[in-house]
């Protein structure tokens, strides 16, 4: 049997599972939420307000749907369509104001399925009188349109509607009747609720928000970069974000550990890249990004050969947050090189493992990895360590606010942060290897987010 029969039989084996009833049965409560985090707001409030307090911003607005999704409990319908403007959330520094979901109309009925929670609602539509703003003048521009009226799906007479469909209708009713003629409209209706029409620092995590919201007359607000923001908030897991990334992390860890077993002789990248998507789907995740051979991907004779190791970078996402996951993958009889190289990498995992806690600083955990393994034998120039928080993106750390490039923060590890301590080595001409496991954070040590294991699978 080639490369290809062994590939086909595994994805037509794996389709037959699916439809199985057992194998439906099973599927279905992988997926499910245990019932006291289903459904439940993602967002960490107290830190929110913690954050926005210490850093004196009076708002913040997220145009970015993963921010949207984060404070809104909802990811907006519009980027399913590749919208430019899909959505917006924000949240205030006061406690006493609510959180803002402001999207466009059609989202209403996502909204109003009554299946999870979600914040306060503010709709746009569009503008009735919009040829008085063809090529107007700036000062026009302040000056807010009439807003559409529109009829919306209206039932007949005689429609049985469903509970469903009754929430539906009258949802679409509350906010026909207030919709904004605008996405900046929209958004200035939500900070007038905050008390913020003129003076105050707001941060957004695309600079677009504050040109939409200077065009249209809020010109005395100070706009801050508020990516950093979010990362900074973000960084420590609520327990329905905690309960979705275990879920990711499990799923993620059980398609690459399925795709490392499958590897041949013979496999080019497309092939095992296309087995990762496969397994990901079935399990209801989906790829973020598959890395096989190099960490950067691809191999050295452009397949896998028997007797050299490569690496699988594995990330994928399930209900938006991420599982990470990577091992070194052998075909055939490890040769002592590599066994000397695993045994040398495995003193680092084994070092770090064995301390990782609240309150240990991201440069402590890289120089506890580097300092092992170089004492087993690691050639220093080989070694790398780029401990990393994962979430909403596969890279949830906050970077320093306080330079004008990336530099990440050296932040100190708190409970309930999820990360992974990345441990790959390349070796030109020779092998590459990698170690990386989804964690949380404890206040005594960590919970491993999948099934953890030894850095070598030999196929």
């Known amino acids: 049997m080639d490369r290809r029969d ?65 404070l809104s409990n909802t990811w907006p319908l519009m980027t399913k369509f590749r919208s430019d403007v899909a959505a ?3 949240i205030s520094r006061n406690p006493k104001d609510p959180i803002f979901y402001v999207a466009s109309g059609p989202e209403i009925f996502d909204f109003a399925n009554g299946d999870r929670e979600v914040p306060e609602m503010i709709t746009w539509v569009g503008a009735a009188n919009w040829q008085d703003y063809v090529d107007a003048p700036p000062e026009k521009m302040k000056i807010e349109p009439k807003a559409v009226r529109p009829r919306g799906w209206q039932p ?20 026909a009747a207030s919709a904004a003629a605008s996405p900046a409209w929209a958004l200035a209706k939500a900070l007038k609720q905050y008390g913020i029409t003129t003076k105050a620092r707001i941060a957004v995590d695309d600079m677009r928000v504050a040109l939409m919201l200077q065009q249209i007359g809020l010109d005395g607000i100070t706009f801050v970069p508020g990516e950093q923001v979010f990362r900074k908030i973000r960084v420590v897991k609520t327990e329905p974000e905690l309960e979705i990334q275990r879920i990711a992390g499990r799923n993620n860890y059980e398609a690459a550990m399925a795709v490392a077993k499958a590897c041949a002789k013979g496999m080019t990248y497309a092939e095992i890249e296309h087995r990762f998507l496969t397994e990901c789907a079935s399990r209801g995740s989906e790829v973020s990004e598959f890395l096989v051979g190099t960490i950067q991907g691809h191999f050295p004779e452009t397949v896998v050969t028997e007797g050299r190791a490569f690496a699988i970078d594995a990330v994928s996402h399930f209900k938006q947050y991420h599982g990470d996951f990577g091992r070194t993958i052998v075909v055939g009889e490890p040769p002592k090189d590599l066994i ?85 080595y390349i070796e030109l001409g020779g092998h590459v290897g990698h170690h990386e496991d989804l964690i949380r954070i404890t206040k005594t040590g960590f919970e491993p987010l999948h099934t953890p294991g030894p850095a070598l699978v030999v196929v």
């Open 156 to 175: 007949l007479p005689t429609s049985k509607l469903t509970a469903r469909e009754k929430a539906w209708h009258a949802a679409q009713e509350k906010y």
């Open 6 to 70: 062994l590939l086909k039989g595994v994805m037509v084996g794996s389709a037959i599972a699916a439809t199985a009833p057992a194998a439906r049965a099973a599927e279905a409560k992988a997926l499910r939420l245990p019932p006291q985090t289903s459904g439940k707001m993602l967002v960490n409030k107290q830190r929110a307000y913690q954050v926005l307090d210490e850093l004196k911003i009076d708002a913040l607005i997220a145009f970015n749907p993963i921010n949207v999704y984060y």
């Open 88 to 90: 917006f959330a924000t």
């Open 340 to 424: 000397a190289r695993e045994k040398a990498h495995q003193a680092g995992c084994d070092a770090i493992y064995a301390v990782v806690k609240a309150g240990m600083k991201i440069s402590e955990v890289r120089k506890i990895v580097l300092d092992a393994e170089i004492k087993a034998g690691m050639p220093e120039q080989l070694i790398t360590c780029t401990p990393h928080g994962v979430g909403l993106e596969h890279g949830d750390n906050p970077l320093r606010m306080d330079v004008p490039f990336s530099m990440a923060e050296d932040i100190p590890l708190e409970e309930n942060m999820v990360i992974t301590i990345d441990m790959p």
